[in-house]
């Protein structure tokens, strides 16, 4: 649901979240030469990624709502294996703060109930969303935030709204996501649905915040 339309030029604002992030355009075709010395992303003086790739706009998204920022991953998908997250460091010198997270895989079941209280499975506000390294997304994967979620009168399940870049590169046509995706509850676990050719949900990270 959602998506589609014609490329916006490389850098263009597309879309703005509910939380204020904007994304960009990241139709390299129609980059201009001043453009390549200047693709090094930052927030706060933190480093977000390169222009405006998915990584770029989750690290960014996070900071800017959250003050939460991630490690270095070669592919987005490696997201989803990192032990944590963190608070970056403060330019008096204080160090980076670990962020815990938790980790639901599309279509699973929890283990265990959470030691914090939180045995919800379904996807949230914040919640780091992704895909494996197949179809629509081969290779890299894909990353995008859960920007809001609703009820789905169809199906009695649920909506999320995505904040994303890197996917159409189009405008998100005055919404305040990129798309939507269905999610079906089955049982205890959750999945969620992208009709976008070969895609499939790897699943969801959510930093646990203090």
Partial sequence: MGGGGSKAAFGSAIGTSPQGVVAHSSHYRSMRLADVARMSSYRDGHYCGVKWQCVEYARRWLLQVHGVTFASV???????????????????????????????????????????????????VGDVLLWHPQGHFARTGHVAIVVAVGADSETDGLTIALGEQNVT???????????????????????IEDPLPGAKVLGWVRPVLQ
Wanted: hydrophobic share 30%.
């Fill in 74 to 124: 070669g592919m987005a998908y490696e997201i989803f294996d990192l032990p944590e997250f963190y608070r970056p460091g403060t330019s008096d010198g204080g160090a980076p703060t670990p962020v815990r997270v938790q980790r639901y895989r599309d279509g699973e079941a929890p283990t265990a109930q959470r030691s914090d209280g939180d045995s919800s499975a379904a996807p949230q």
């Fill in 169 to 191: 590169d189009a405008s998100w046509k005055g919404l305040p996501f990129s798309r939507q995706l269905r999610v079906t509850r089955r049982g205890a676990a959750f999945a």
